[in-house]
């Protein structure tokens, strides 16, 4: 029997999820489902665990780690089905998703998005591009970004040469989507839910990577071309939507330095973003910031007259009044 289906399942230091992951899948496969692990260099007992899955259904790939684009990568050039979903290794499918999926293989849909949010089967390409990058806010696919609960046509991504791009370390799953609605209107929205999300507690780190701003600056620049690829954007546009990008992206560095646990790292990283040459060249560029919330534009023009650290401390701020949550929950797709 043919495989229609291949479930990718990237892979890395979850141990204490991966199994509940890969049962959530199994619970419900037949033969025409393969389960393809990629174990993305994990230094706990992930692989180990995984292992144990091993058999008709499920092969466990192991590598260095290259990063999660890299593994997702993997897994499609290593899968066989006609239609490939991606499941987070942390995340499980609902009860019930197997026979909602394969309900929609047959139908000549190129992407078929499971989402309990959406109220419509079809939307504009526009509109889908506009959610992805957030400048537009519409809650029926607020969760339109992410390549989780959802299918895609495995010969359509061959004949696009569609792959994750990983040299972007945040926003690889925008660029992939967007890239795939800009080649095809067989989209299809099913108002169901058969994802299940995790929500982790917002825990602290310890460090800060200057190479953020590096992807960032790829990230910004295929995002570019994409849109002026598209045909759907004039220049005008086009600029405003990467400038709205650009500067949501300097809110989310901040972030990243405020929750830097040690006082004397936060600063060092404050003046490390203050002193970034990236960031300074594009700022320098006169960046409209119309499109953002007033949140953003404060912590953007903050960072703009080097005042990194004051950003630091009003994030900090916002950080502690906002009661992020100390306890996993999970999040109905």
């Not at 994990?42 to 292992?51: A, I, K, Q």
């Not at 609960?149 to 660029?175: C, K, P």
Request: proline share 2%.
């Amino acid at each position: 029997m043919s495989v229609e289906l291949s479930v990718v399942v990237p892979a890395y230091n979850c141990e204490r999820y991966v199994g509940e992951c890969l049962s959530s899948i199994l619970a419900e496969c037949t033969t025409e489902v393969e389960i393809i692990v990629v174990n993305d260099g994990s230094t706990d007992n992930t692989l180990e665990v995984c292992r144990g899955f091993e058999g008709p259904l499920v092969q466990v790939h192991d590598q260095s780690n290259m990063g999660v684009s890299n593994a997702r990568n993997v897994g499609v050039a290593l899968a066989r089905g006609k239609f490939v979903m991606f499941v987070d290794a942390d995340d499980v499918l609902a009860p019930g998703w197997s026979e909602s999926v394969f309900r929609e293989l047959r139908g000549g849909e190129d992407v078929v998005v499971f989402s309990g949010t959406a109220e419509q089967e079809r939307y504009s390409t526009k509109d889908l591009i506009e959610s992805i990058v957030g400048i537009r806010v519409n809650e029926q696919l607020k969760w339109i970004s992410s390549p989780i609960s959802r299918i895609y046509n495995r010969e359509f991504l061959r004949q696009i040469h569609l792959r994750f791009d990983t040299r972007v370390l945040n926003g690889e799953d925008a660029l992939w989507n967007i890239e795939a609605f800009v080649h095809t209107k067989r989209v299809l929205f099913v108002q169901e839910s058969i994802y299940r999300y995790r929500v982790h507690p917002t825990s602290a780190t310890r460090t800060y990577d200057s190479a953020f701003t590096r992807s960032n600056e790829y990230y910004l620049a295929s995002l570019e071309n994409l849109l002026m690829q598209s045909g759907l954007f004039v220049p005008s546009q086009v600029t405003e939507i990467v400038d709205f990008s650009f500067c949501t992206s300097v809110e989310l560095m901040v972030i990243r330095i405020a929750r830097i646990w040690a006082r004397k790292d936060r600063k060092w990283a404050a003046s490390a973003l203050r002193s970034d040459v990236v960031v300074r060249s594009r700022m320098r560029r006169g960046i409209r910031r119309r499109s953002n919330w007033l949140r953003q534009r404060v912590i953007y023009l903050l960072v703009r007259i080097r005042l990194v650290q004051s950003a630091v401390t009003l994030v900090r701020l916002g950080l502690r009044l906002w009661n992020n949550p100390t306890k996993e929950r999970w999040v109905a797709l």
